[in-house]
């Protein structure tokens, strides 16, 4: 007797059921993978800059002694004096590929926003020195304070970096490509990394100004977490 052998498959509408619902699955995942791997790329990135001012900072330290001491308060804060700052005190550490020193220069054509737009940070200008690494990293070096009501600049303890990840290229927002790193306590430092976290929270969220969402980040155990305004 023959046996009949019968070939088993999928129909076209079942294949076609399977791919829509696959197509379905994919649209409701797809940008959360996307998000998720943004946020891991960024930590990745700021923490690599991160490492590397860290070890400039010492490689200085080592040749031109404390940090406390960079500062020449008797001199005019300009572009010129922050520029010699930079060059005495950092140059010689960084593989840097350009150097900016007036507004719009390395591209950088506005200022960068906060996720709400309700405040801003100048990158270049306005007496900052900026440097673009060669992995494309952007740094402005602020060894400056401000007096907003007097709308005066005055030297300070203070000395401030301002990072854009990614350079010139957008999105250009605070807390996403953009952060702030610091002197503090002779290392560097996330912005407002010592600060209450409440108080972290409550800058570094959608309707803060983001300035200290470097130190959340570092706070947060080098994470972006769900609270985290992206």
């Given at each position: ?30 940008p959360s ?40 308060s008797t ?31 390395c591209n ?123």
């Open positions: 007797m023959k046996h009949h052998k019968f070939a088993s498959g999928f129909t076209l509408a079942e294949v076609l059921i399977t791919l829509g619902i696959i197509g379905v699955v994919a649209a409701l995942t797809m993978l996307i998000v998720n791997y943004q946020k891991k790329q960024t930590v990745a990135q700021l923490k690599k800059v991160y490492s590397t001012l860290s070890q400039a900072y010492e490689m200085s330290k080592n040749e031109n002694g404390p940090s406390e001491y960079w500062i020449d001199t005019a804060i300009n572009t010129e004096n922050v520029k010699k700052y930079v060059q005495k005190f950092w140059l010689p550490y960084f593989k840097s590929i350009q150097e900016c020193s007036k507004s719009g220069d950088y054509d506005a200022n960068a926003k906060t996720p709400s737009g309700n405040g801003n940070l100048a990158l270049t200008g306005n007496n900052r020195y900026t440097i673009i690494l060669s992995d494309g990293t952007l740094i402005a070096f602020v060894p400056f304070s401000w007096d907003a009501d007097a709308e005066t600049q005055y030297w300070g303890s203070s000395q401030r970096f301002y990072i854009d990840l990614n350079g010139a290229k957008r999105p250009n927002i605070i807390g996403k490509d953009v952060f702030i790193l610091w002197i503090n306590n002779d290392k560097i430092s996330g912005n407002c990394q010592t600060n209450k976290e409440e108080n972290i929270n409550a800058e570094c969220s959608k309707t803060g100004k983001c300035q200290c969402c470097s130190g959340k980040i570092i706070r947060d155990g080098w994470e972006i977490r769900d609270d985290y305004p992206w």
